[in-house]
């Protein structure tokens, strides 16, 4: 990285919004999606324009389209299109598609381009296969007679040709190598992708997206810096990353932060659900399903957590009580004496840990769980029981943060 190239006294973005350009800056510079050429060739044929001017393939290699992914209509068609027409049908009516390992797929296929009788050269073909990094070339015949060679298809785009070929005697492929029982697709769609990003490491490439990037990290500085001058809560610099001692700037800083992980966490469950989350098998769907838990509990719950297959749930009106959501009714643990704000149930330790009231008056509460069991078993557990649980102030955050701790580790 060169250093000279930083202008004096560089300031920080701090609208929340940028995660969501940045995202889609990784998916393109990350080559999140791909897009691959299929080039048919029959037997004996020696020129690109020959393979280009296959109207029509075979019933073998309709056979790998198959294996390949999914045929789907173009017209209408919401995923990654790969350059192709989503709208007016202008690069052919259906194409090939598949999600491996988290990327979308779009296979440029020879025979499903338009088709032009008119034009030997088949522009239309070519310039979409023409500009693929990488291109599979399915071409008939045994393996005897084979003749292909890259030098056979004339562009300066093209680096990576895989060369497939159907044995129809065993009902195998070979790419390279022959394949036990049938076409080694992880292995293919692997080397594929790999290929067209090493190919994206080459001077060729490497100085038109060093380009490229540097003007859409310029525009994303661009577009989100005025909001510094309009958003009192983002106006700082980068010096002020030190929080300051006033509660105001506190308050602003954890305020900023709060409001920057809530859109970074529902940008991330967004695309996990969408299914283009690169690391995820996941497809689509809903992550969860949510499910009701005592519907019919008549209080309103300030605070709760779950203890076992029940749940601790504190309320105003009754105090704290236990719901084991089955067809029991809540059982009260303490009375409405103990006004709880704040719980949390450490099982590991044994412990609840319950903060009351508020303020100045606020007090943490340390109860063994073991204890309520077997106070709840005795049906004698109220806030009087357990008074010798109560800590000072600063004795009780201690014990809670050694406690806290413990746990993380």
């Known amino acids: 990285m060169n250093m000279d190239r930083f202008e004096k006294g560089p300031r920080e973005i701090l609208n929340p919004e940028i995660q969501k350009d940045l995202l889609v800056l990784e998916e393109q510079e990350g080559s999140v999606n791909f897009k691959f050429g299929v080039l048919f060739a029959r037997d004996g044929q020696l020129t690109d324009d020959e393979m280009f001017s296959n109207e029509m393939g075979s019933e073998s290699f309709d056979k790998f389209l198959n294996l390949l992914g999914d045929t789907v209509t173009l017209q209408g068609w919401a995923g990654y299109r790969g350059g192709l027409d989503t709208k007016n049908d202008t690069t052919g009516i259906k194409s090939i598609y598949t999600v491996y390992q988290g990327h979308e797929l779009m296979f440029h296929v020879s025979t499903m381009l338009p088709y032009s009788k008119e034009n030997k050269q088949q522009v239309e073909r070519k310039r979409h296969i ?4 990488v291109t599979i070339v399915f071409q008939e015949g045994d393996d005897a ?19 497939v070929r159907y044995n129809s005697q ?25 290929g067209e990003k090493a190919t994206l490491e080459t001077p060729t490439f490497a100085q038109k997206r060093q380009r490229t990037l540097d003007m859409l990290i310029r525009s994303l500085y661009q577009d989100l810096m005025p909001d510094l001058h309009k958003n009192m809560l983002n106006r700082r610099s980068f010096s002020d990353v030190l929080p300051e001692s006033p509660k105001s700037a506190r308050k602003k800083e954890e305020a900023r932060q709060a409001e920057f992980v809530r859109i970074g966490q529902a940008l991330k469950l967004k695309t996990i659900v969408r299914g283009d989350a690169p690391t995820s098998l996941v497809t689509t769907g809903s992550p969860w399903e949510s499910q009701p838990f005592c519907s019919t509990f008549p209080y309103e719950i300030v605070c709760a957590d779950s203890w076992g297959q029940s749940l601790l749930a504190a309320t105003d009106a009754a105090g704290v009580m236990l719901l084991d959501g089955k067809t029991l009714p809540p059982v009260q ?10 719980m949390h149930v450490l099982e590991p330790q044994d412990l609840l840990i319950t903060r009351a009231d508020k303020g100045k008056d606020a007090r943490l509460y340390v109860f063994r769980l073991s204890t309520m069991k077997r106070g709840l078993e005795e049906r004698q557990l109220v806030r009087s029981k357990c008074d010798t649980s109560r800590k000072g102030n600063f004795w009780t955050c201690l014990f ?3 406690i806290l701790n413990d746990t993380a580790a």
């Open 130 to 133: 023409g500009n693929d990094i």
């Open 145 to 163: 007679s084979s003749s292909f060679k890259p030098s056979m298809i004339r562009s300066h785009f093209t680096h990576i040709f895989a060369l």
């Open 170 to 194: 065993n009902d195998s492929y070979r790419l390279k190598i022959f394949s036990e029982e049938s076409v080694p697709l992880d292995f293919l769609l692997v080397k594929l992708i790999n």
């Open 333 to 342: 643990v303490f009375d409405r004496t103990m006004v709880v704000k704040q």
């Open 400 to 402: 809670l943060s050694l």
